[in-house]
């Protein structure tokens, strides 16, 4: 996360100086979202056969891909295969097979009880580590640049340190404990195992698929407004350097660390499913604001009011997730919905770079993301509010038993 938070920030402003358009940026973060989609849907789905340490190591791996080839090349051609099959993250966020895979393992160790809050300190952590990698890459190239590098120079280096990162990244995946591995199945569990049709997936598939179209929606509006989009876009609008951006993301992600931690507390109360619905609404009215702001400061402001809420929905999104499949479907349940969602916020970065291409409908992607992202809320809380998972039904349970006694 560290890593993805580095090159977000001068993602967008790199590729613009290695000479590509504002709609060549847009289709090449598109189909960076699109590879990386295709690339862990066929590796999550194949981590609890094949091993999930190894799976998460062949992810390091193409991190080191994409990295060298952007590192090294300033044609468009390679520069797009290159995004396509490596793993690099445009939006800052969780893109790639880690995340599925990273799920599945956690829920095999933790008690259903503890799942929530374990996810929720799991997402502060990379919320802490997206933060200081944005506010590490945006401080870089704003000193390499103050030491005489060209603008073109100092981004390079953060993107060959990217690449350096995902060799660090294969090799802490190779001591990981062999107990996130799926165990060997029982007697009990080997008809469940030869049931398997459809992408690891038998009982829970028409769950998880509604899950995913819903959370593709949800990602599609998010991907109109991904990190390197918001900072390109505060370059443009505000003339805001380089440093400052990598501040801007540094509070905004310490800010989404701290409401996903505060998630697994108000879920405890109100249920997975109110809490991403009820925390979600108010964050996208927030982002709906930004561009109506008159100058820089009130629009980081209100920025960083949307990120104070924004991710209680994602702890409580992947611990849902988790709680209403079997386990031996976590590792492909997660890997579909992922996909989903990176499927969805591939297609979207395409349409943010023709908008922001054009001065008078270069703040449209705000309007069009909150509009889209209130949609998702109705529809998930209308879906899915009946759907409650065990762990809170055994609570409700409970709760009946001593108000009888």
């Known amino acids: 996360m560290f ?5 977000s920030v001068i993602l967008a402003l790199y590729l613009a100086q290695v000479g590509l358009s504002e709609a060549q940026i847009g289709l090449l973060l598109t189909l960076t979202l699109l590879g990386d989609a295709l690339i862990s849907l066929w590796i999550t789905t194949r981590a609890d056969r094949m091993g999930r340490r190894r799976m998460l190591i062949l992810g390091a791996a193409l991190m080191v891909l994409a990295g060298i080839v952007f590192a090294f090349s300033r044609s468009f051609i390679p520069l797009l295969i290159a995004a396509t099959i490596g793993v690099i993250s445009p939006s800052g966020l969780e893109v790639g097979p880690f995340l599925s895979i990273e799920q599945a393992g956690l829920s095999q160790i933790v008690k259903a009880e503890g799942r929530t809050h374990t996810f929720a300190w799991y997402n502060l952590t990379g919320s802490f580590a997206t933060a200081l990698g944005a506010l590490f890459g945006g401080g870089l190239a704003q000193i390499l640049q103050g030491r005489g590098l060209t603008a073109l120079g100092s981004y390079r280096v953060i993107v060959i340190g990217y690449a350096v990162m995902g060799l660090v990244l294969g090799l802490f995946f190779a001591f990981l404990s062999p107990s996130v591995e799926v165990p060997p199945p029982g007697s009990s569990s080997a008809s469940i195992s030869t049931a398997k049709k459809r992408l690891g997936l038998h009982r829970s598939w028409g769950v998880v698929i509604k899950l995913s179209a819903l959370f593709s929606l949800d990602a599609f509006a998010g991907g109109l407004v991904l ?8 370059h443009v609008r505000f003339k805001a350097p380089p440093a400052l951006l990598g501040g801007i993301f540094f ?6 660390g701290l409401s996903a931690l505060s998630a697994a507390k108000i879920a405890s109360k109100i249920g997975l499913i109110r809490t991403m619905v009820f925390t979600h609404i108010p964050s996208n009215i927030f982002l709906i604001l930004v561009p109506l702001m008159p100058n820089l400061p009130l629009a980081i402001a209100v920025l960083l009011l949307r990120f104070s809420i924004s991710q209680m929905d994602v702890p409580t999104r992947q611990s849902y997730t988790m709680a209403v499949v079997d386990p031996d479907e976590r590792s492909s349940a997660a890997g579909i919905t992922g996909m989903s969602r990176t499927t969805g916020a591939s297609l979207s970065p395409v349409l943010a770079g023709a908008f922001l291409g054009q001065r008078a409908l270069s703040s449209f992607p705000f309007f069009l993301s909150g509009g889209l992202k209130l949609v998702y809320d109705l529809l998930l809380y209308r879906s899915f509010r009946n759907l409650k998972p065990p762990q809170e039904i055994q609570e409700r349970l409970g709760e009946s038993e001593n108000g009888l006694g």
């Open 3 to 7: 890593a993805y938070g580095f090159l």
């Open 227 to 234: 990190q390197s989009i918001l900072a390109y876009w505060f």
């Open 251 to 256: 509070g905004a992600n310490i800010l989404a």
